[in-house]
């Protein structure tokens, strides 16, 4: 694969995130476009993605806060976040299913870890699917247990890493 840039997201890179998050989760698990946008206008510094040469090929996304209950699903839009928060919640990780596989959500969530680190943030907080438990272990996240969170209509499991 051609080599790769990581950058903060701007609006017009809405419509190949949106169809990259359609594609990858399913049904109502998917962010809306109009989420979307609000969290790239909201918080562009806590919205990286990953291009080759050609295209979007992934994207991570968040929000801030002082306090953080993941199963809130207010945040999601938004509400109640705080940019100067020292927790850093993440809404997606995701990449394009003809990418996967292929390293990208590594260099995405290094990228993330180095920015969010670099923004003087404490703690990285995310929700995941189990299959992706171990995953995240890769990258320091601790297991916190079951989260009370039925987004999409699935169970999920709440990580942290501390930065």
């Given at each position: 694969m051609s080599k790769v840039n990581i950058r903060s997201?701007?609006?017009q890179d809405l419509d190949r995130c949106f169809e990259i998050e359609s594609i990858s989760y399913a049904g109502n698990e998917a962010a809306t476009k109009e989420?979307?946008?609000k969290r790239i206008q909201t918080y562009p510094e806590g919205f990286l993605v990953i291009e080759n040469n050609i295209e979007i090929i992934g994207f991570i996304n968040s929000g801030a806060a002082h306090k953080v209950e993941?199963?809130?699903?207010?945040f999601k839009e938004l509400i109640g976040h705080d940019p100067s928060g020292e927790n850093i919640v993440i809404m997606s990780l995701v990449v394009h299913p003809e990418y996967q596989g292929k390293g990208m959500s590594g260099k995405l969530m290094n990228s993330f870890i180095a920015a969010m680190r670099k923004l003087g943030k404490k703690r990285i907080y995310l929700i995941c699917q189990s299959e992706l438990v171990d995953?995240?272990?890769r990258y320091g996240f601790i297991y916190l247990g079951e989260s009370d969170s039925d987004h999409g209509g699935l169970?999920?499991?709440e990580?942290?890493?501390s930065l």
């Open positions: 997201a701007n609006e989420k979307i946008l993941l199963s809130n699903e207010e995953m995240y272990a169970s999920w499991h990580m942290s890493l």
